[in-house]
């Protein structure tokens, strides 16, 4: 160990002698005798956050576009995910999925809408994996998230039927 000039006794002394230690097994503070731990290796500190860590589609758009259509049930709204909108399996991901949604098409945001959306993006991007688009109809019934899902997607009559 090499000499740094510091006090002999409590806490100053332990403390400066584990910052001027070589790391060796064997050392001592000073004027002690008592043996100082081998020093730890330890990992790297992450700055990523908590998010960037989980979410591997952070800094990927998660919805390509939108269009509004009209049809003889009434308007459409069909959305477009990225391949990263239907592969992030990040659960936070839905909400700002949706916040995508609102910026490409503002008027959709009502709750009939976001139950329709977050049951896409929670039960038919894996059922379907490849349907092209996800379409959200502001006409059909808010029955609330689980009767949507229920109702797969489609509350009031599935789409298929109109």
């Known amino acids: 160990m090499r000499r740094c000039g510091i006090p002999a006794i409590g806490t100053a002394a332990l403390l400066a002698a ?6 060796t097994a064997g050392a001592t503070a000073p004027g002690s005798g008592h043996q100082l731990p081998k020093p730890v290796d330890t ?4 700055t990523l956050s908590s998010d960037e860590a989980l979410d591997p589609f952070l800094d990927r758009p998660l919805i ?3 269009v509004w259509t009209d049809g003889a049930d009434g308007t459409r709204l069909m959305i477009y995910p990225t391949a990263a909108g239907r592969q992030d399996p990040f659960p936070p991901a839905a909400e700002r999925a949706w916040q995508e949604v609102l ?3 503002d008027t959709a945001d009502t709750p009939g ?7 896409h993006w ?3 991007r894996i059922a379907m994996p ?4 996800w379409n959200l109809e502001p006409w059909r019934p808010v029955v609330g998230y689980p009767a949507t899902v229920a109702a797969l997607c489609n509350p009031g ?4 039927e109109l």
């Open 43 to 46: 990992a790297p500190v992450s």
């Open 130 to 133: 490849d349907k092209p688009s």
């Open 103 to 105: 910026r490409h098409a």
């Open 157 to 160: 009559a599935p789409e298929h």
């Open 113 to 119: 809408m976001r139950d329709q959306f977050i049951c």
């Open 18 to 23: 584990l910052i001027c230690s070589t790391g």
């Open 64 to 66: 390509d576009h939108v």
């Open 122 to 124: 929670d039960w038919a």
